[in-house]
């Protein structure tokens, strides 16, 4: 069971993550004006590319993913950005809108050896609020036949800081600490923690750069990027 708790929360927690060489650094103008649904935070315009490094475990095993901005999709009255990944299993197809300095990313259907999460809603950033600023929100898995509920809360820890990742320096960045709570007896079975920090990190112009569990040394990192205007 502990395999199964592993891959559940990795696919929970992927996305949704460079290196000089190759980098298609776009700096985003001060006046530029992003169309409807996207922001300096989730700039992802149809046609942009983002591609990510993956790594876990103890020794690490690394690969690399690429996400494609296709098309906007309308959920619930509101205008998605579709990406998709070119490997589902470290990328899953991911949903995200921009609203009002908020980013909320949503996954569906997924099922794995007995898991089933139909839908995953996350508000993962709220890019005009104060340090140390919090929110909450919850939501039901199924497993086997039965419901739970897991809940996310987050802290904006802190804003407009240099962040480097893979040798690269990205500025006006933000983080953001996710605590991912699942209920104890869900946590029992699955061989997991019932609550796990996740280190999320944020540049202006470009979007997640980082996305981290330092308990299971997992991590997804930008290597390079190219967001059309």
């Known amino acids: 069971m502990k395999n199964i708790g592993i891959k559940f929360l990795a696919i929970l927690l992927i996305f949704s993550s460079c290196t000089k060489s190759g980098l298609e650094e776009i700096t985003t103008p001060t006046l530029f ?127 407009d800081f240099t962040k480097t990742v893979l040798g690269v320096a990205y500025a006006n960045s933000i983080s953001i600490k996710q605590e991912l709570g699942i209920p104890p007896a869900l946590a029992t079975i699955a061989g997991i923690p019932a609550t796990t920090q996740i280190d999320n990190f944020y540049a202006k112009g470009v979007g997640r750069v980082e996305r981290g569990v330092v308990s299971t040394n997992n991590f997804t990192r930008i290597k390079r990027y190219n967001v059309v205007k």
């Open 33 to 159: 004006q992003w169309p409807a649904g996207t922001s300096d935070y989730a700039p992802y315009t149809n046609g942009s590319t983002f591609v990510f490094e993956s790594s876990n475990g103890l020794p690490a095993v690394v690969d690399s993913f690429t996400y494609t901005v296709v098309t906007d999709t309308i959920i619930n009255s509101a205008t998605y950005r579709k990406l998709v990944s070119n490997k589902p299993t470290l990328g899953p197809t991911v949903y995200v809108n921009y609203n009002a300095g908020v980013v909320t990313e949503i996954t569906y259907n997924f099922s794995l050896q007995g898991f089933t999460l139909p839908v995953v809603t996350q508000t993962v950033l709220k890019d005009n609020v104060a340090v140390n600023n919090t929110w909450n929100e919850s939501q039901n898995i199924s497993l086997m036949g039965f419901t739970f509920p897991i809940t996310f809360t987050y802290t904006l820890l802190q804003k």
